[in-house]
């Protein structure tokens, strides 16, 4: 699990920062340390780009971060506010506060969003019944459909009387789409820019005590075959 890798009761020194990539971090910080997102409206912005700069939202993390409802809790680690912070404050062009809520939401399940792994569309018959044999497939009349349908074709019955009959076909769903699996993918690099704006953040800005952000990332598209981890 990633929040394993991040020993949450460790207060270390300033000589002693351990290096983690920023989903670690963000688990740790949602899910261990239980921070939560608080979306401050007083904070100095510009153009709608969140805070004027990380140093604001370090020195203001306190009222930014987290505060465990209940008794006999302790308080969240001083990072894990600077990440909550950090992330409250994702500009619009990152999504903004869905975006946040979003990050905080899959940190605390530690997941990452369902990007539809091996997903293709299907075709499935539009409507089913049940009778003695089984589960068949709903069928129509084709004459329905206009000039893109068929005929009744005329057909001899065993009185030699001569019949219409119905061309049928069987009217279909195709289950997901193309466009619901590109929406998904899309939904999916959205967050992974979002996770790279934060990590660059945190790289250029610091203000962590006790990690320290590394290059690390999850797969940029893990649906495309022979993608290394973490490429950009």
């Not at 699990?1 to 009761?9: D, N, R, T």
């Not at 910080?29 to 007083?42: G, H, K, N, S």
């Not at 009185?159 to 619901?180: F, L, N, S």
Request: aromatic share 8%; glycine share 10%; with cysteine.
């Amino acid at each position: 699990m990633m929040v394993q890798a991040i020993q949450g009761g460790k207060r270390a020194g300033i000589d002693q920062k351990k290096e983690v990539s920023i989903h670690a971090l963000l688990e740790w910080a949602f899910r261990r340390e239980c921070a939560r997102l608080d979306f401050a409206e007083d904070g100095k912005s510009i153009l709608g780009y969140g805070y004027a700069s990380m140093t604001a939202m370090i020195l203001r993390h306190e009222q930014l971060g987290c505060r465990i409802d209940g008794g006999g809790r302790s308080e969240p680690h001083p990072d894990a506010d600077a990440v909550a912070a950090a992330v409250s404050a994702l500009p619009e062009a990152r999504g903004g506060r869905r975006m946040a809520v979003w990050i905080a939401e899959l940190a605390r399940a530690g997941a990452v969003p369902d990007w539809m792994p091996d997903a293709a569309p299907r075709v499935y018959p539009e409507d089913m019944y049940v009778n003695q044999h089984g589960s068949v497939a709903k069928t129509k009349d084709a004459a329905h459909l206009g000039a893109s349908g068929w005929p009744a074709q005329p057909r001899r019955n065993r009185k030699g009387v001569i019949v219409m009959d119905p061309v049928t076909y069987c009217p279909i769903v195709i289950r997901p789409t193309a466009a619901h699996i590109a929406r998904r993918r899309r939904d999916y690099l959205d967050w992974w820019g979002a996770l790279m704006e934060i990590k660059t953040t945190f790289q250029a800005y610091g203000g962590l005590s006790a990690y320290t952000v590394s290059n690390d990332m999850p797969p940029r598209a893990p649906w495309q075959r022979g993608l290394t981890q973490g490429e950009n």
